[in-house]
């Protein structure tokens, strides 16, 4: 299924590194979100873009920034992050607010 | 109160039983509702939606009660490939959708 597909699947980086995790959606979707799941912690909403448009950030720290330059990619851009940001990071697209997402398989950073 | 409530369990249930789980929400305008399934180190992946009039696909059945803002899910005749991580979605309105914690369930044989 590559309906939402998330690259890169893994990544270490060291905390004053620059990287940037990259989505992108086949599914004709107008909303698309960025969550963050730790180790025996619920997931966390952190952005939503609706038609390329943030509707939601969700008290995130500045270190994490997302772009949408369309309605089919987005794009989080780290910088600076600390171990404790070391975690699932997954996106999924909706067709409209409230309705069902789905998910990319998610990209696991660790940082050193 | 946490908005979205589960058992953590984890639910040990031999092949073959019936198994059901709870959720609770706090958000009583929530107006869309969904059970996910999420596998160890794997995405969510929907299970199904949620209807104030109850729904069944197959084993598996999911039911509403607005009024005591609760949703569960029965898994009748449990299988090996049930044992998975079974998360309550709540949608409290425009693009605030909140993820239960989930409650893990294995199936023995």
């Known amino acids: 299924e590559t309906g939402v597909t998330q690259t890169p699947r893994h990544l270490v980086m060291g905390m004053t590194n620059k990287k940037s995790l990259k989505c992108e959606q086949h599914l004709g979707h107008n909303a698309m979100y960025w969550y963050k799941q730790s180790a025996k912690k619920p997931l966390e909403l952190m952005f939503v873009?609706?038609?390329?448009?943030?509707?939601e950030n969700n008290s995130v720290p500045s270190r994490f920034s997302p772009e949408c330059p369309n309605s089919s990619h987005l794009f989080l851009h780290l910088h600076t992050l600390q171990p404790e940001d070391s975690a699932l990071y997954l996106c999924?697209?909706?067709?409209?607010?409230?309705?069902?997402?789905?998910f990319g398989q998610g990209t696991r950073l660790t940082v050193v | 109160r946490k908005e979205v409530e589960q058992d953590p369990g984890p639910f040990n249930v031999p092949e073959g039983a019936t198994v059901a789980f709870n959720c609770t929400y706090s958000?009583?305008?929530?107006?869309?509702f969904f059970w996910y399934r999420q596998d160890c180190r794997k995405e969510p992946k929907l299970l199904m939606s949620?209807?104030?009039s109850g729904n069944e696909d197959g084993r598996f059945t999911a039911q509403l009660n607005r009024a005591s803002q609760y949703i569960s899910l029965l898994i009748r005749d449990s299988k090996l490939s049930d044992s998975a991580t079974y998360l309550c979605v709540v949608n409290g309105g425009g693009f605030k959708t909140i993820f239960g914690a989930g409650t893990r369930l294995f199936v023995k044989a």
């Open positions: 958000n009583s305008a929530s107006q869309s």
């Open positions: 999924a697209s909706s067709r409209e607010q409230g309705t069902e997402a789905f």
């Open positions: 873009y609706s038609l390329e448009e943030r509707v």
């Open positions: 949620v209807y104030s």
